[in-house]
């Protein structure tokens, strides 16, 4: 059965820093692995995925992902934080062999970038 | 753009009544999903479709059906609403096995 971890329910960072929203999964096939980020009473839009290839992959709104298979884990990161980033992050996890389209979220981390 | 349509953005409804939530998307895609969002438990699913008329569950499936009569609409049942099916539910769509899910904005449901 496909499983995420997202082990912190919030992460606090100055804007300008560096910010890491941590993943972990479990998958029996190839995982396919995505990053969702939600604002206040909308849907989730998607920031970015890793199928297969390069390990580091790259997304909307300057945040990239880092794909660690031998831990697996699929941390989210961006080089520099805004306010704006302020949001609840979803990481996502699909089974790439089973041939399925059901897709398992984490609880979600809620980030806060304080000015 | 993928646009998916969730009706109604905010309902409210009495225990024991049956509620509808419709959902369209506008590019063809023959996967749909519905999602409900609860505090500190994320995303979990409902029900999904791969087709017209066909469904397969989730992983909370008990007390909600679907219906899929047309490709671009994909609709959640709640046979008889309770209070605990308060909550915000989502639908989503995808193409592919490799693409991302398109959301709506989601339905918030309160059931009294």
């Known amino acids: 059965a496909q499983s995420v971890a997202q082990p912190e329910d919030q992460v606090n960072v100055a804007e300008g820093n560096p910010l890491t929203v941590k993943c972990t999964y479990s998958v029996s096939g190839n995982p396919y692995l995505f990053w969702y980020v939600q604002y206040p009473n909308r849907g989730l839009q998607f920031l970015l995925k890793?199928?297969?290839?390069?390990?580091l992959v790259k997304g909307s709104y300057g945040f990239e992902a880092e794909f660690n298979k031998s831990q697996t884990s699929f941390h989210l990161k961006k080089p520099s934080a805004l306010v704006s980033d302020s949001a609840l992050y979803f990481c996502?996890?699909?089974?790439?062999?089973?041939?399925?389209?059901?897709?398992?979220f984490g609880a979600g981390t809620r980030l806060f970038v304080k000015a | 753009d993928v646009k998916v349509t969730q009706s109604s953005r905010y309902l409210v409804k009495r225990t024991g009544e049956k509620v509808f939530l419709e959902c369209v998307q506008d590019?063809?895609?023959?996967?749909m999903f519905w999602y409900r969002q609860d505090p500190g438990l994320g995303l979990r699913l409902i029900y999904f479709s791969y087709d017209v008329k066909m469904k397969e569950k989730g992983d909370i499936p008990e007390g909600y059906s679907v219906s899929r009569e047309k490709k671009e609409r994909f609709s959640l049942i709640l046979e008889s609403a309770s209070t605990n099916q308060t909550s915000m539910y989502l639908c989503a769509s995808t193409p592919r096995r490799n693409s991302p899910l398109h959301f709506g904005n989601g339905t918030r449901l309160t059931v009294t």
């Open positions: 590019m063809d895609h023959e996967n």
């Open positions: 996502a996890v699909r089974d790439g062999n089973t041939g399925g389209f059901k897709t398992i």
């Open positions: 890793y199928i297969t290839g390069d390990n």
